[in-house]
């Protein structure tokens, strides 16, 4: 079955959602304040709506509470993002994700109810910072404020080697739980498995030991 999604704000963040989740087959309502954001999105969505979201009984009338998961992507709006968010929570909504524009938004959110919240400047921030620093960093994900996952082309200290053979578990207590191969993943490793040069690594972890792998491994 597809998923049913909203997206309430449909500013740049907002907007790509919208327009991902469209392209990926889900039925998704656009929501928001501005009428010719929604014209913008009427084609893309299944349904493009012009509506206050702050105001229950418009949420209500939409029958949002039926949908899977609501996505709050308020830009600037700062009071409306935490009233959407609290009216969401009171009609049952089951899943929100909402927007912070700072760390006092996100603690306000949480407070509230809101199920997962995202920084997507700052989120985008760490991720470009990480691919600077080092060249065989691919792609960067933080799932939590002290954890995160990350995707590494395997060097030439790492290559050649089994997995049993760097022991990486060990010495830096984070672990690999993929490679790709080409088309190919391995998902969960032998220890046995041996690393080649240009298998992208999968890697899990608390972020000070992310960072202490990456400066005596891949940036050695």
Avoid: W
């Avoid at 524009?101 to 470009?128: C, T």
């Avoid at 933080?142 to 050649?160: F, K, P, Q, T």
């Amino acid at each position: 079955m597809k998923k049913e999604f909203v997206v309430i704000g449909l500013g740049r963040f907002g907007g790509s959602i919208c327009r991902a989740l469209s392209e990926q087959g889900m039925e998704v309502m656009a929501i928001d304040v501005d009428e010719d954001r929604v014209n913008e999105f009427a084609a893309i969505a299944s349904h493009a709506v012009v509506a206050d979201t702050t105001d229950e009984s418009v949420l209500k009338s939409l029958g949002i509470r039926n949908f899977d998961h609501v996505i709050v992507a308020i830009g600037d709006d700062i009071q409306s993002s935490i009233l959407t968010t609290l009216m969401l929570k009171e009609i049952g909504v089951q899943r929100i994700t909402a927007k912070a524009q700072n760390d006092y938004h996100e603690k306000v959110l949480r407070k509230i109810g809101a199920d997962h919240v995202v920084h997507p400047e700052r989120d985008m921030g760490r991720r470009i910072a990480h691919n600077m620093i080092s060249n065989n960093v691919l792609d960067y994900l933080e799932l939590s404020d002290e954890h995160s996952i990350m995707e590494i082309v395997a060097n030439d200290l790492l290559a050649g080697n089994s997995l049993m053979d760097l022991d990486i578990r060990a010495r830096y207590g984070i672990n690999i739980v993929a490679i790709k191969r080409g088309k190919e993943i391995l998902v969960s490793p032998q220890a046995d498995e041996e690393i080649l040069k240009e298998d992208i690594l999968i890697v899990i972890g608390a972020d000070s030991d992310i960072n202490r792998f990456e400066q005596k491994v891949m940036n050695a």
